[in-house]
């Protein structure tokens, strides 16, 4: 793990929030030079803390999906069966997230589909036939309260 210092945490506060600002604009809201600026941005990039630059897209406004969470049980915990469920479940686009869990089940993922149907075919033609899965559980969207990409920087 990285040490941030104050003006890492807002630095990367600031980028979290619109990573189009330019180094210029950001130095000027901490009060300090482009240079240090830059040069903490690179040390960022280098050190993978930012690990990438996204568009984040606003679901709504390019189609009219639904969002189902599913809670995965696998037959097997072996560490070789979860490394190939683990391969398989990256290679299928409708999962955006995927989690391997403590508790009553294997995994959670975040999935993403058309419709019903479309969540129907998904789950019995998709999830179901990856190696080792015994059971799924859905839970569905109903209305989305909050959705953030912002990592808290000021959690101890």
Do not use: W
């Not at 299928?92 to 075919?121: F, R, T, W």
């Amino acid at each position: 793990m990285t040490k941030l210092d104050n003006i890492d945490r807002q630095l990367l506060e600031f980028l979290q929030a619109d990573s189009k600002l330019n180094v210029k604009e950001i130095a000027s809201q901490l009060k300090m030079t482009k240079t240090p600026i830059y040069e903490r941005i690179k040390r960022y990039e280098r050190e993978e803390i930012i690990e990438k630059y996204v568009a984040v897209l606003n679901r709504k406004k390019v189609s009219n999906s639904m969002v189902v969470f599913c809670s995965v049980s696998l037959e097997s915990q072996k560490l070789e069966k979860i490394d190939e469920f683990n391969m398989a479940v990256t290679n299928i686009p409708e999962v955006i997230e995927c989690y391997l869990m403590g508790g009553s089940n294997d995994y959670l993922l975040k999935v993403v589909v058309k419709d019903l149907n479309a969540y129907h075919q998904f789950s019995s033609g998709k999830l179901a036939a990856l190696p080792n899965v015994a059971q799924i559980k859905s839970t569905f969207v109903l209305n989305e309260v909050k959705r953030s990409t912002v990592f808290p920087l000021k959690i101890e």
